[in-house]
């Protein structure tokens, strides 16, 4: 069965520092990976996605994820954290980009900026 | 980017009515549509898997005579609370895949507050 492990439940930098958010995934095959991030009371926002290629990914505001299949791991960076970026992050995996295959959600990191 | 809505954003009802929510999917067609449920600090739970035309799957533990699902059109599912408990107060989260693009986007959510 597919599983998301993101082991860092909250995570505190401060502004301008840089980031590293840790996602560990269990899949028998190829993976799709991705990160959401979550401002509160809000619904997820898609960062970035790895299907397949290039294992470094780059995706909006300024983050990017590397995706390790010998580690089985797909953790998302940014090089200088901004205020803003203050929300919940999630990992999630799927078998396939299209059908009814669901995705699987860690459960969840939460990053606070301090000054 | 593709956008999914959700209405209402909120809603406050009393026990034993049912409350209706709906997804859109903007501009593209979804012949999948997921409904996630967030308890507080948590992530999100998976509920059921929308098929257009078909029949919802249910996860396990999830009651599809206490959550009703209809996918009558593409761009279209409603997820209706029947005869809602104050323990069904939550955050619903709907998500449909945008199988061009092979992500699966989400909408702003559902905070449902039953008294």
């Known amino acids: 069965a597919q599983s998301v492990t993101q082991p860092d439940i909250h995570i505190t930098v401060s502004e301008g520092a840089s980031l590293e958010l840790r996602c560990n995934y269990s899949y028998g095959a190829t993976p799709y990976l991705f990160w959401y991030v979550q401002s509160p009371g809000q619904g997820l926002q898609l960062l970035l996605k790895?299907?397949?290629?290039?294992?470094l990914v780059q995706g909006i505001k300024g983050f990017e994820a590397e995706f390790k299949r010998s580690q089985s791991s797909f953790n998302l960076r940014k090089p200088s954290v901004h205020w803003s970026d203050a929300a919940e992050y999630f990992c999630?995996?799927?078998?396939?980009?299209?059908?009814?295959?669901?995705?699987?959600f860690g459960k969840g990191t939460r990053l606070s900026v301090i000054a | 980017g593709a956008v999914v809505s959700q209405h209402p954003s909120r809603v406050i009802c009393k026990s034993g009515t049912s409350v209706k929510i709906e997804c859109r999917s903007l501009?593209?067609?979804?012949?999948?549509m997921f409904w996630y449920r967030q308890f507080p600090k948590q992530s999100l739970m998976l509920m059921a898997t929308?098929?257009?035309?078909?029949?919802?799957?249910?996860e396990q533990g999830v009651e599809k005579d206490k959550f009703l699902i209809n996918h009558a059109s593409l761009t279209l599912s409603t997820l209706t609370v029947t005869s809602a408990h104050p323990e069904d107060s939550s955050f619903y989260i709907c998500?449909?895949?945008?199988?061009?693009?092979?992500?699966?986007?989400f909408g702003p959510g559902t905070r449902l507050l039953v008294l």
């Open positions: 501009d593209f067609q979804a012949t999948t």
């Open positions: 999630a995996v799927t078998g396939g980009a299209s059908g009814n295959t669901p995705l699987v």
């Open positions: 998500s449909a895949r945008d199988l061009v693009a092979g992500t699966q986007y």
């Open positions: 790895y299907f397949s290629g290039d294992t």
């Open positions: 929308s098929n257009e035309g078909s029949k919802a799957t249910y």
